[in-house]
């Protein structure tokens, strides 16, 4: 980001239909010069407390982890310009369930009841993190300049998220199946395209249009029709002895 505008009220006629505030974001350009950078830091969650946060005991400095890079500079000097940048984060995550208890450890009964029905679980009873956060972003900018007074720009945008799903206030609700836990992915795409004529000292006008796809996806198995998937009926089952306090 170059700057940042925030505007609480009396907006101009360019920003159309706002009603409560605005935040302009203008991104940078590039210049006549190359220019860039790279910074990064990794990190880990830590605690004494294994009651609460298992697994967070040892410390592994790659746990979390962030990258950033841009680069500027000419590709026709006085005239065309570019610039990039991307970034990649990646969180394990600081809470862990223990994988004791598997899909089929949950059924009908006698008496064709919902039930646990394998009480000792069959999972291997490994650590699996209920919270890994990744996210990878980036942008690439162009920027036409012929003379002082026309400016062209074109930019695209990308964002991808990779989580678990939500936890919520029940943050521990997948600790012994872990593997119930939903899969989302969150991507987003935005392309404009920007021309801006200065008429004299004091006015000008600005012509663009601008594209925009955001797309959502939460799954529990890549196959949607993967015959690990329970009935309906076994959604938000809970044991309803409390013996493992799980939700399927």
Do not use: C
Request: hydrophobic letters at 30%.
């Amino acid at each position: 980001m170059q700057e940042v505008q925030v505007v609480t009220g009396a907006f101009n006629a360019e920003y159309g239909q706002a009603l409560s505030g605005i935040v302009n974001v203008v991104t940078r350009d590039g210049s006549n010069e190359f220019h860039g950078s790279v910074s990064g830091f990794a990190g880990d969650y830590v605690s004494s407390d294994t009651d609460l946060y298992e697994n967070i005991g040892d410390i592994n400095p790659g746990a979390v982890k962030n990258l950033q890079l841009d680069l500027g500079g000419p590709i026709i000097k006085n005239k065309l310009y570019f610039f990039t940048s991307g970034r990649y984060f990646e969180n394990g995550g600081w809470l862990y369930g223990r994988r004791s208890f598997l899909f089929d450890d949950v059924g009908y009964g006698e008496g064709g009841r919902l039930e646990v029905v394998n009480p000792g679980g069959s999972g291997d009873s490994s650590f699996v993190s209920i919270n890994p956060f990744e996210r990878l972003s980036g942008q690439f900018k162009l920027t036409f300049q012929p003379s002082t007074t026309i400016r062209l720009t074109g930019n695209a945008i990308f964002t991808r998220e990779q989580a678990k799903e939500g936890l919520g206030e029940d943050e521990h609700r997948y600790r012994f199946i872990p593997d119930a836990q939903r899969n989302t992915e969150r991507n987003g795409r935005t392309a404009y395209l920007k021309w801006t004529h200065t008429l004299s000292a004091t006015s000008f006008y600005e012509l663009g249009v601008t594209n925009s796809v955001s797309e959502f996806e939460s799954i529990l198995f890549e196959d949607e029709n993967s015959p690990e998937y329970r009935p309906n009926e076994f959604l938000d089952f809970r044991d309803p002895l409390n013996t493992s306090d799980f939700i399927v």
